[in-house]
């Protein structure tokens, strides 16, 4: 509830946001700073603006701001936040990364693919600050760094965990929004399922159609999907949908059944912690690696740009392993370890699409 409180009073200054900097965004380290300080002029400066749901989904945004702060502690570097407000436009992204950059940061990092439109329009008018897109390879330029991973190979690894876990041979997996980057952790989490147990049945739902996010946000929306999977027969549950994946993680945890988190170890994460002893695994992605990685990149002088991709060779992506339940089923964690060594060698290609 405090997550869409806050949201929701970042939305009343959005409509400020191209008249002042600080109100599209708060500094971790020093709130309301201002940018012409003789301080802040010489420190090193950098922003990250989240995507919907903001700081605190226990997800994506927590991964990138864990990023920041890594870079923080390490680097010295000064961190600026900006939250993203409910049903914003392009136009209010364009303004929120216009006023980071003008405030000195770089690099500005977008988080989340929803910030493509607005990073080619921005990153044309500050060619010397190094913007960061991260999930996204549609817009590309001299200083612009697309952060993207092979989701596909980590959610094929959970679909193997499922079948494997299942004992019904019914499973879900619950889309936040049916765009093409969910689309990759259906497909490679369907493939899993499929290629470990043929007769395995996968359920799949998605909360909500662009252009409406709200399946990124809400999760009494997940709650409701996975609680329609668990009546249907499903007892692990794979959710890629950002804050309302914690609504379905809730829903399987009261039932007794599985569920599979995303993008960071959900397993871990605070807010999650009632319900993590049924949190099997979560499939992950280095957004904090990309994030510290772009940073001390500008940092160094060498910044990163084009696309830098984070796979399973890598361990750009993978399988979180820090629920004592999941290390315990040899069969299940022999059969992810031989799937994972499939992939890096080759032997098994993993679909983008479903």
Do not use: H
């Not at 702060?69 to 990364?97: F, H, I, N, T």
């Amino acid at each position: 509830m405090r997550r869409i409180t806050r949201i929701t009073t970042v939305g009343i200054a959005t409509a400020a946001l191209a008249l002042s900097a600080t109100a599209c965004g708060k500094s971790s380290t020093d709130s309301g700073a201002s940018s012409s300080s003789s301080s802040d002029s010489k420190a090193t400066k950098v922003a990250i603006a989240y995507d919907i749901g903001g700081r605190g989904d226990q997800s994506f945004n927590d991964a990138a701001y864990a990023g920041l702060k890594k870079a923080e502690d390490e680097l010295g570097v000064k961190g600026s936040e900006a939250e993203p407000s409910q049903g914003e436009s392009d136009a209010d992204k364009v303004a929120r990364l216009t006023s980071l950059a003008r405030a000195g940061n770089n690099p500005v990092i977008g988080v989340g693919f929803s910030y493509a439109p607005a990073i080619a329009k921005v990153a044309k008018s500050f060619p010397k600050t190094t913007f960061g897109l991260i999930d996204d390879t549609s817009v590309t330029g001299p200083n612009i760094a697309n952060l993207v991973f092979n989701e596909e190979q980590g959610s094929y690894l959970a679909g193997v965990a499922a079948a494997k876990a299942s004992k019904t041979g019914t499973v879900g997996f619950i889309g936040g929004v049916e765009v093409p980057l969910i689309k990759k952790f259906e497909a490679g989490f369907t493939q899993g399922v499929k290629d470990t147990n043929p007769k395995a049945k996968v359920l799949t739902q998605y909360l909500t159609q662009p252009p409406n996010f709200d399946g990124f946000s809400k999760p009494d929306l997940g709650k409701a999907a996975a609680q329609g999977q668990l009546d249907k027969g499903a007892d692990v549950i794979y959710a890629a949908a950002g804050l309302a994946g914690s609504g379905a993680i809730e829903a399987a945890s009261a039932a007794g059944k599985w569920a599979i988190g995303v993008d960071s170890d959900q397993y871990k994460q605070a807010g999650l912690a009632s319900y993590k002893n049924q949190i099997l695994t979560s499939v992950t992605k280095d957004v904090q690696g990309s994030v510290f990685n772009v940073i001390k990149s500008v940092k160094d002088g060498k910044p990163q740009t084009g696309e830098i991709r984070y796979g399973l060779a890598t361990n750009g992506v993978g399988l979180a392993d820090s629920n004592p339940a999941y290390v315990k089923m040899t069969d299940v964690t022999t059969a992810v370890e031989k799937a994972k060594k499939a992939i890096v060698d080759g032997k098994i290609t993993v679909k983008t699409a479903p």
